[in-house]
């Protein structure tokens, strides 16, 4: 149910002021995003057309807190047959990060790994940049699970027989244990400092 | 005759889990006479998971501003490399704002907006043209392919360079080499599961599931692709699949490039034919 007091009229500009958003208004509701959407086959209850409804009427708080943001697979078919060009794909993303920040002001808790994941990842390109394998999964692991340890524990459990297949190919030797790095490290550094000075 | 350089940028995969993709393309430009130079010391693209475009657009400004120095247009094998490149260079090049902002960030990151990126697909196929190819040509590779495209090629519009539901250039490419692209319908384009994997393996699982089995029940011999983490899904981890759902598939997956290199004559071993995870063993048999 909807409760109109609760609604913040404020919420549709927030997203359309985040790069992706640009185009929330421009949906007219025809729902094409929905049925060309690979996921719908496997969760029936998916739905981007909803999120954006949502969006524009201003529930802040049920759009920001909903799991399905963390599910879309970014594959870009809404984005290509939407009549509007809403842009669905980057759209979900750019409410992805209001998530994020509202989540890191301690304002909402976000149900999903998904998020671990990411910053794991992005910690690699700042680091080293380039996508270090190993240091990515220690690290989603750790916060995964909670600890060093039991990210450790889970992590060879879930590796086991992979990682022998990969091994038997040369594709997970010696020399994935140790990152690749550009030269010019300091340079990934300063393009994310800068992004999140920015962005506050 | 089109640019016969490219700026060659390998994406992160290309050292690790992809590195097959990687020696084949190395191997098909060598024997095409195209000179790939690859752009010194490249940065990771961001892929899926940096999800802010501002800090894609930075990441990649470093990259086009190494090519640009060189004086060359990059080529990448990889979809989402190729996805975040492009749309980098279309947002700087559309910008002079935005160059000016990442400028402001490190020297480095200036670029004038003097390059062009490409797929290795969109290269093979409409620089270096069918005609030429098939001229080249010197084995047939007698297989029938399920040629998946997965996401990033097709779609979105703003950087696609091929048709978003029936994309043609692979199979173009299957035909031009001997072998026969089976129907394999929507498909085709279909995500794998890719950016799900880490984090939700049931979903990831079920839609590659639907690709590896639309391919099986199409009569294909093997599938056909031309992205790392679809490589990644459908090859390194059909085992797992065929686990996770008590089924067999048992389907060879192999770069695009491998199979063309395959036609082109060049030996197995330099193609990585080796390092594919399900064994390509079934496919050398069929090249005649
Ligand atoms: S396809 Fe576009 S216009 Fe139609 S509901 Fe989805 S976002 Fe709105
Ligand atoms: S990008 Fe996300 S919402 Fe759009 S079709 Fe793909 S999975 Fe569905």
Same mark, same amino acid.
């Given at each position: 149910?909807?409760?109109?007091?609760?609604?913040?009229?404020?919420?549709?500009?927030?997203?359309?002021?985040?790069?992706?958003?640009?185009?929330?208004?421009?949906?007219?509701?025809?729902?094409?995003?929905?049925?060309?959407?690979?996921?719908?086959?496997?969760?029936?209850?998916?739905?981007?057309?909803?999120?954006?409804?949502?969006?524009?009427?201003?529930?802040?708080?049920?759009?920001?807190?909903?799991?399905?943001?963390?599910?879309?697979?970014?594959?870009?078919?809404?984005?290509?047959?939407?009549?509007?060009?809403?842009?669905?794909?980057?759209?979900?993303?750019?409410?992805?990060?209001?998530?994020?920040?509202?989540?890191?002001?301690?304002?909402?808790?976000?149900?999903?790994?998904?998020?671990?994941?990411?910053?794991?990842?992005?910690?690699?390109?700042?680091?080293?940049?380039?996508?270090?394998?190993?240091?990515?999964?220690?690290?989603?692991?750790?916060?995964?699970?909670?600890?060093?340890?039991?990210?450790?524990?889970?992590?060879?459990?879930?590796?086991?027989?992979?990682?022998?297949?990969?091994?038997?190919?040369?594709?997970?030797?010696?020399?994935?244990?140790?990152?690749?790095?550009?030269?010019?490290?300091?340079?990934?550094?300063?393009?994310?400092?800068?992004?999140?000075?920015?962005?506050? | 005759?089109?640019?016969?350089?490219?700026?060659?940028?390998?994406?992160?995969?290309?050292?690790?889990?992809?590195?097959?993709?990687?020696?084949?393309?190395?191997?098909?430009?060598?024997?095409?006479?195209?000179?790939?130079?690859?752009?010194?010391?490249?940065?990771?693209?961001?892929?899926?998971?940096?999800?802010?475009?501002?800090?894609?657009?930075?990441?990649?400004?470093?990259?086009?501003?190494?090519?640009?120095?060189?004086?060359?247009?990059?080529?990448?094998?990889?979809?989402?490399?190729?996805?975040?490149?492009?749309?980098?260079?279309?947002?700087?090049?559309?910008?002079?704002?935005?160059?000016?902002?990442?400028?402001?960030?490190?020297?480095?990151?200036?670029?004038?907006?003097?390059?062009?990126? %490409?797929?290795? #697909?969109? /290269? +093979?196929?409409?620089?270096?043209?069918?005609?030429?190819?098939? @001229?080249?040509?010197?084995? *047939?590779?007698?297989?029938?392919?399920?040629?998946?495209?997965?996401?990033?090629?097709?779609?979105?519009?703003?950087?696609?360079?091929?048709?978003?539901?029936?994309?043609?250039?692979?199979?173009?490419?299957?035909?031009?080499?001997?072998?026969?692209?089976?129907?394999?319908?929507?498909?085709?384009?279909?995500?794998?599961?890719?950016?799900?994997?880490?984090?939700?393996?049931?979903?990831?699982?079920?839609?590659?599931?639907?690709?590896?089995?639309?391919?099986?029940?199409?009569?294909?011999?093997?599938?056909?692709?031309?992205?790392?983490?679809?490589?990644?899904?459908?090859?390194?981890?059909?085992?797992?699949?065929?686990?996770?759902?008590?089924? %067999?598939?048992? #389907?060879? /997956? +192999?770069?695009?490039?491998?199979?063309?290199?395959?036609?082109? @004559?060049?030996?197995?071993? *330099?193609?990585?034919?080796?390092?594919?995870?399900?064994?390509?063993?079934?496919?050398?048999?069929?090249?005649?």
């Amino acid at each position: 149910m909807i409760k109109t007091w609760e609604l913040d009229p404020e919420f549709k500009y927030e997203i359309m002021k985040e790069s992706g958003g640009e185009h929330l208004t421009a949906c007219f509701q025809c729902s094409t995003c929905t049925l060309g959407c690979p996921l719908t086959e496997i969760i029936p209850t998916y739905n981007p057309r909803k999120i954006i409804q949502m969006s524009l009427l201003g529930m802040r708080n049920e759009v920001l807190t909903n799991p399905d943001l963390w599910v879309c697979l970014i594959c870009q078919t809404c984005t290509a047959r939407c009549p509007q060009d809403v842009r669905i794909a980057d759209l979900l993303g750019a409410i992805r990060r209001i998530a994020e920040r509202e989540e890191e002001a301690g304002k909402l808790k976000i149900e999903s790994v998904r998020p671990s994941f990411d910053k794991a990842f992005m910690h690699q390109i700042q680091k080293y940049g380039r996508l270090y394998d190993m240091g990515l999964a220690m690290e989603y692991y750790r916060e995964k699970e909670g600890s060093f340890f039991k990210g450790m524990m889970t992590m060879s459990k879930d590796y086991k027989k992979f990682g022998m297949r990969l091994f038997k190919k040369g594709k997970m030797g010696v020399k994935s244990m140790f990152p690749v790095k550009v030269k010019d490290r300091e340079v990934m550094k300063k393009i994310f400092e800068h992004m999140e000075a920015e962005k506050g | 005759m089109s640019n016969r350089k490219y700026g060659y940028y390998p994406g992160c995969p290309s050292e690790s889990t992809a590195i097959e993709q990687d020696m084949s393309v190395k191997a098909v430009f060598e024997k095409l006479g195209v000179e790939l130079e690859e752009l010194e010391d490249w940065n990771c693209c961001g892929a899926a998971e940096v999800e802010d475009p501002e800090i894609v657009y930075a990441l990649n400004a470093r990259n086009l501003a190494i090519a640009e120095k060189k004086g060359v247009n990059i080529m990448t094998p990889c979809s989402i490399c190729y996805y975040n490149l492009e749309r980098s260079n279309k947002a700087l090049k559309g910008s002079e704002e935005l160059r000016a902002k990442i400028r402001g960030i490190d020297d480095s990151l200036a670029y004038n907006g003097g390059v062009e990126v %490409k797929h290795v #697909l969109d /290269v +093979l196929v409409n620089d270096i043209g069918i005609e030429e190819l098939s @001229g080249k040509i010197e084995k *047939k590779v007698n297989v029938k392919v399920a040629p998946y495209y997965g996401c990033y090629i097709g779609r979105p519009p703003l950087t696609a360079f091929d048709d978003p539901d029936a994309p043609v250039l692979m199979d173009q490419l299957i035909e031009a080499i001997g072998g026969e692209a089976v129907p394999f319908d929507y498909r085709k384009a279909k995500c794998c599961g890719g950016p799900l994997m880490m984090t939700m393996q049931d979903i990831a699982f079920k839609m590659a599931r639907d690709v590896l089995e639309g391919a099986k029940n199409a009569g294909a011999d093997c599938i056909a692709l031309a992205c790392p983490l679809c490589g990644m899904m459908l090859d390194a981890k059909q085992e797992d699949i065929e686990e996770a759902f008590g089924i %067999k598939i048992g #389907l060879p /997956v +192999l770069y695009i490039t491998q199979l063309l290199g395959l036609a082109l @004559g060049i030996d197995a071993s *330099k193609l990585g034919l080796n390092k594919n995870v399900v064994d390509t063993k079934p496919i050398l048999g069929k090249v005649v």
